[in-house]
């Protein structure tokens, strides 16, 4: 009798875990649970009074531009591993991916300036001290393609989320410190990097495209910024940005410098 009660009771507490199993693999596969549509829609928030009609396209290119950054860091860090594992034509399509990624950031620039300068002036002092300059996602993108700085890190509150992530990829390797290492298990000595290069471009292919790939991104980036100074140009004008920026005048230092200069300085010697 006592054999059987045990026995009822293990299967009853099975029984349990698979319809709680049941119940919560039924909600995961829902389109709006998946995606979390109630918390994503829910974070729209305007601050102007009415609201102004043109701060909810403001906030929404902003967030997806965090999104695109965030997926632009993940595919990054895919390129860096598959060099470290000499996958070269897996590190090739993922550098593909992330200018295709590029193109479409550059695109929804077109969006924004349907924006008249009046229409965000309309909002703007709500910003405050808010400013892309602090968005840390996109610092830590410069950080893991080379352009590290130690006041960048200090903007950021101490134990804060940005703060502990740009420490973080300061200390680590950049891409193309990892592009640097391949070459270098591929036989390639990288005392003199660009004459490595040059011989490089002028007798394997393989790793030549994987070079022009590297020119993508960097070339990917410029335009980036490019579109983006002249975006708030054309937007506020000379004024000083939110949160303490320059605006368009610091904007406009970052137009122009290569990620990867040495691939541009062989260009005269091939």
Not at 33 to 54: A, M, N
Not at 246 to 261: H, I, N, S
Request: charged share 30%; aromatic share 8%.
């Amino acid at each position: 009798m006592l054999r059987e009660r045990n026995h009822y009771d293990r299967m009853r507490v099975t029984l349990k875990g698979v319809a709680a199993m049941s119940e919560h693999a039924d909600a995961a596969v829902t389109y709006g649970s998946y995606l979390k549509l109630d918390e994503l829609l829910s974070l729209q928030q305007p601050r102007s009074t009415g609201p102004e009609h043109d701060e909810l396209l403001f906030i929404v290119i902003h967030q997806v531009y965090e999104l695109w950054f965030k997926q632009l860091l993940h595919e990054l860090d895919r390129v860096k591993a598959l060099l470290e594992q000499d996958e070269t034509s897996r590190a090739q399509h993922t550098l593909k991916r992330i200018l295709t990624i590029l193109k479409v950031m550059v695109a929804q620039l077109d969006i924004l300036e349907t924006m008249t300068p009046l229409e965000f002036l309309s909002f703007r002092e709500r910003l405050e001290a808010a400013s892309g300059f602090q968005s840390d996602q996109f610092r830590q993108i410069e950080f893991l393609l080379g352009v590290k700085s130690e006041q960048v890190v200090r903007r950021f509150p101490d134990g804060s989320r940005g703060r502990i992530a740009l420490e973080r990829r300061y200390t680590e390797t950049t891409l193309w410190d990892g592009f640097l290492r391949y070459l270098t298990r591929e036989g390639y000595a990288v005392t003199d990097v660009q004459q490595t290069l040059v011989s490089l471009y002028k007798g394997d292919a393989k790793n030549a495209e994987l070079c022009e790939r590297l020119v993508d991104l960097d070339e990917g980036i410029q335009e980036w910024r490019y579109r983006h100074v002249k975006m708030v140009e054309r937007t506020i004008g000379a004024r000083a940005g939110t949160g303490g920026s320059a605006g368009a005048a610091y904007l406009r230092e970052t137009v122009g410098r290569p990620l990867f200069p040495d691939l541009w300085a062989i260009r005269s010697q091939l």
